[in-house]
């Protein structure tokens, strides 16, 4: 079942009769995931109205909304990253080193292999895509947790990236910068065609990608067969199994899948940096739970909001913007955001305890 951006797995409706015990929580998760979509954007406008009457400069579009929105563009690819494994109740705790070497892989094409900024892109998509599908690999055929998989790979590549870093470069960075990725960090939409008839020179020409990343994702997970396979596994492997969706190949597809959107947000950061550096995706993970979970995509799998996802970005970003302008210290923000965390996950357990209760 998908509207309006969340798509929630429910069993199918009979021709006749009372709508069954799933069904109906299933419609009950449905309303409870676009109210609480809808209550997000709600409080983003509030907060920015608040932010920006203490601080008029919150409004300003090319020193504050420019970057804060390239901002959320890249953390709204990194969350869909995990939004993909949330998808069939997996975690990928590597989501940064991912994108690290799907940065580095495109860094090295360029600075070294001297390819232009589409072929390097491509490269550093397959090889996030690569690592994702080997987490996904080894969880598949040793039964190991994704927790414990990732979490080890995340320490593998962490040492593989600053050993290729330290062997090809003097400062620890590839720094060559190909025709048009300049201008893809810098210009706003407005740029395209030299006017505002193309778009807001507010917004940037960054988050044309997470604009091609959330409709694929979205239609992958509202439309496609694969993605209603993924949500099956998640909502319950042992069903999906017994219903014949191959729930092996699932599996590594929703982590070949997360791989290549950590890929994505690597290119995206090193863009905006300026550089491809090993400290790329190192402040990844937090965000990758945060935007999903308070978007309403379910922890345990079965339910991802693609929508709710990029809502869940920009209320983290706005809050971080605005407590900046303020004058809060980095320490204050992070205390912040894990309270945001831990609102959020408790917020999933009582959604959860509700639906049961609505669906008994």
Not at 273 to 287: D, K, R, V, Y
């Amino acid at each position: 079942m998908a509207e309006g951006g969340v798509t929630v797995l429910t069993d199918p409706e009979p021709q006749t009769g009372r709508r069954p015990p799933a069904a109906r929580r299933g419609r009950w998760v449905l309303r409870a995931l676009t109210g609480q979509r809808a209550g997000l954007a709600v409080v983003v406008v509030v907060l920015i109205i608040v932010f920006g009457t203490l601080r008029p400069a919150f409004y300003d579009s090319r020193l504050v909304v420019f970057p804060l929105l390239r901002d959320i563009a890249t953390l709204t690819v990194v969350g869909l990253a995990q939004l993909a494994v949330l998808s069939i109740g997996h975690l990928n705790l590597a989501v940064g080193r991912m994108a690290a070497f799907g940065a580095l892989v495109s860094g090295f094409s360029y600075q070294v292999l001297g390819l232009n900024l589409v072929l390097g892109l491509l490269l550093g998509l397959l090889a996030g895509a690569a690592v994702g599908a080997l987490a996904g690999l080894i969880i598949t055929s040793t039964g190991v947790n994704s927790f414990v998989v990732t979490l080890g790979l995340d320490f593998a590549l962490l040492g593989l990236v600053t050993l290729v870093y330290g062997q090809f470069t003097t400062l620890a960075a590839f720094t060559v910068k190909p025709p048009g990725m300049e201008e893809l960090r810098s210009f706003s939409l407005a740029d395209l065609c030299a006017g505002d008839l193309c778009g807001s020179p507010a917004v940037p020409q960054l988050l044309l990608l997470t604009v091609v990343a959330m409709a694929g994702v979205g239609y992958l997970f509202a439309r496609a067969r694969t993605g209603r396979e993924m949500l099956l596994t998640g909502s319950n492997a042992t069903a999906a199994e017994l219903s014949g969706v191959p729930t092996n190949r699932r599996v590594i597809g929703a982590h070949t899948l997360s791989g290549l959107l950590s890929g994505l947000a690597g290119f995206m950061l090193a863009v905006t940096a300026g550089s491809f550096t090993a400290g790329i995706g190192s402040a990844f993970l937090i965000p990758s739970f945060l935007g999903p979970v308070l978007g309403g995509t379910a922890l345990t799998g079965g339910a991802v909001s693609v929508i709710g996802t990029f809502m869940g970005i920009s209320l983290t970003q706005v809050i971080q913007q605005g407590l900046t302008m303020l004058g809060v210290g980095l320490e204050s923000l992070n205390i912040y955001l894990g309270l945001i965390l831990l609102v959020a996950l408790s917020t999933v357990r009582i959604r959860q305890l509700f639906a049961r209760r609505r669906s008994s």
